[in-house]
T-cell receptor
Framework: GENVEQHPSTLSVQEGDSAVIKCTYS??????FPWYKQELGKRPQLIID?????GEKKDQRIAVTLNKTAKHFSLHITETQPEDSAVYFC???????????FGTGTQLKVEL | DAGITQSPRYKITETGRQVTLMCHQT?????MFWYRQDLGHGLRLIYY???????DKGEVPDGYVVSRSKTENFPLTLESATRSQTSVYFC??????????????FGPGTRLTVL
């Protein structure tokens, strides 16, 4: 089955700096890659996603890039703010059963 | 987000007891999922359902039972709870035939403690 690896597990940045979280996947048939943000004690919420026919997608301060050849995708957050502090999960869509396989998460801390 | 709810939100039980976690969605989504979240493991799929009366195992199904007699409900039962099942459980749904059929929306979670 699909395997998703996510790095780093923790990331600390200064307010205003950029943050990058990277994920790799194993199943070349995966075609949909969402990113979820989970604040402490809350549910995961979708923040951005990308499909395999697109190389990059941007939404205000967040962007996602996809390299199908290398089977990796990344989340980029620019001009980080304290409210960006959370756990971020990447995932890959395996198609069969509409299933998502999640990475193990990145704890992002934005320091003042 | 209000379209998918879970109950109870918190539950404490003892080893060996049966526990049922409820999940209800109002979107008529065809797919529903149960995940458990543990530190260091992220979100792991327990069971999923493509439609009423259709269920299948995920990554970590042992010790769990599901049913789906109605599209909107997807209960998860721990038949004989063990301490290793202490976790936060999330239900999610996604809708084939909607504008974003692959997107999964999560419920608020149930924090289960097995003593």
């Amino acid at each position: 089955g699909e395997n998703v690896e996510q790095h780093p597990s923790t990331l600390s940045v200064q307010e205003g700096d950029s943050a990058v979280i990277k994920c790799t996947y194993s199943d070349s048939a995966s075609n949909y890659f969402p990113w979820y943000k989970q604040e402490l004690g809350k549910r995961p919420q979708l923040i951005i996603d990308i499909r395999s026919n697109v190389g990059e997608k941007k939404d205000q301060r967040i962007a996602v890039t996809l390299n199908k050849t290398a089977k990796h995708f990344s989340l980029h957050i620019t001009e980080t703010q304290p409210e960006d502090s959370a756990v971020y999960f990447c995932a890959a869509f395996t198609g069969g059963g509409n299933k998502l396989t999640f990475g193990t998460g990145t704890q992002l801390k934005v320091e003042l | 987000d209000a379209g998918i709810t879970q109950s109870p939100r918190y539950k404490i039980t003892e080893t060996g007891r049966q526990v049922t976690l409820m999940c209800h969605q109002t979107w008529s989504h065809s797919y529903m999922f149960w995940y458990r979240q543990d530190l260091g493991h992220g979100l792991r799929l327990i069971y999923y359902s493509a439609a009423a009366d259709i269920t299948d195992k995920g990554e970590v199904p042992d010790g769990y039972v599901v049913s789906r007699s109605k599209t909107e409900n997807f209960p998860l039962t721990l038949e004989s709870a063990t301490r290793s099942q202490t976790s936060v459980y999330f239900c999610a749904s996604s809708g084939a035939g909607t504008s974003d059929p692959d997107t999964q929306y999560f419920g608020p979670g149930t924090r289960l403690t097995v003593l």
